[in-house]
């Protein structure tokens, strides 16, 4: 009863809540409903972020880059690091 009422009230803010159970490797399934949602496979990369008191899950994808592009900035140490290491990167 406990758990619908939970659900109810999020569905209405366009959420919906799912407890699941983290196995003893850390692992923990994600719902076939989102995996179809955000067109996850075997194989998709996520992050993960702590904000605060919560963990968010991100596919790692063209559209995550994309929104992360000019955060470094054109110049300085970090966006410099980064090429340096892609720079090897493709040397390798």
């Known amino acids: 009863m406990l758990k619908a009422k939970c659900s109810m009230l999020n569905e209405r803010r366009g959420k919906r809540?799912?407890?699941k159970v983290v196995?003893?490797?850390?692992?923990v399934v994600i719902p076939a409903e989102l995996r179809m949602k955000f067109?996850?496979?075997?194989g998709t990369k996520v992050t993960?972020?702590?904000?605060?008191?919560v963990?968010?899950?991100k596919v790692v994808d063209k559209k995550y880059f994309d929104k992360l592009a000019g955060v470094l900035g054109l110049k300085g140490k970090h966006l410099?690091?980064?090429m340096d290491g892609k720079n090897v990167e493709i040397e390798l």
């Open 80 to 82: 410099r690091s980064l």
């Open 55 to 57: 963990i968010e899950v």
């Open 23 to 27: 196995d003893r490797w850390g692992r």
């Open 17 to 19: 809540m799912e407890i």
């Open 48 to 53: 993960f972020i702590n904000a605060y008191d």
């Open 39 to 42: 067109k996850m496979k075997a």
